[in-house]
């Protein structure tokens, strides 16, 4: 079975600063994909990042970057120079494969505040 | 371009009722899924919608059903509705070929469902 955990529940940040949240998974399957998506008050989930397993080299998007430790089942995501507008809960999810029948798992989310 | 709609927004049933959500995809994906979010929680994977029929379930109860329309729109109905069914309903689309893209889901805004 396909895991993924969120150990954060919530995290606080000053505008300006970096923050990274956590995120682990558990499978058995060499084949995959992992994802962070965000979603703010609006509720709309907007994928924010994305990371075939196979890569070694972590993905970035901007502000957004990850640090995927395969061996560790590790995915963690590191927004620099944090905006208001990046508040919100923020899931990590996780694909098996590359064929688009494949679900997604979700984790639990860690919702994040930017303060003023 | 339109992404992927979704209605009614909020809806509120009686236990026991039925009631159906409805979704369209973003223009050009053929694949629709459905998820499940309690509040608090990441969204749980209901099915997935391609061809007019479902081809993946999550561990739902035969309650919850769908369908897929030749214009690949689709529909989550849920049948002798339960407290615990109240959240938020999140349909999600995706292309079949997704070429580079990881079979990367669209969200919609999803309906919020309360059960009284």
């Known amino acids: 079975a396909q895991t993924v955990t969120q150990s954060q529940p919530e995290m606080s940040v000053q505008e300006a600063e970096t923050v990274t949240l956590s995120c682990t998974y558990d499978t058995s399957e060499n084949n995959y994909y992992l994802f962070w998506y965000k979603q703010p008050p609006s509720r709309q989930m907007i994928l924010v990042i994305r990371q075939e397993a196979y890569k070694q080299q972590n993905a970035t998007e901007n502000r957004f970057s990850v640090n995927f430790q395969k061996a560790a089942k590790s995915f963690s995501l590191k927004i620099s120079d944090s905006q208001l507008g990046d508040t919100a809960m923020y899931f990590c999810a996780f694909k098996l494969g590359r064929n688009n029948f494949n679900k997604f798992y979700f984790g639990s989310g860690t919702k994040l505040n930017v303060k003023p | 371009d339109a992404g992927v709609t979704q209605s009614p927004t909020h809806l509120i049933k009686t236990r026991g009722q039925q009631v159906t959500l409805r979704c369209s995809p973003k223009?050009?994906?053929?694949?629709v899924s459905w998820y499940q979010q309690a509040l608090g929680q990441g969204p749980q994977f209901i099915f997935q919608y391609y061809e007019e029929e479902e081809r993946q379930r999550g561990n739902f109860p035969d309650r919850f059903s769908g369908h897929q329309f030749p214009n690949y729109s689709s529909e989550l109905n849920v049948n002798a509705l339960l407290l615990g069914d109240s959240a938020l309903y999140l349909c999600?689309?995706?292309?079949?070929?997704?070429?580079?893209?990881?079979?990367?889901?669209?969200f919609g805004p999803g309906t919020r469902l309360t059960v009284t």
């Open positions: 999600a689309s995706s292309p079949r070929t997704s070429g580079g893209a990881f079979g990367e889901q669209y």
């Open positions: 223009s050009g994906h053929d694949t």
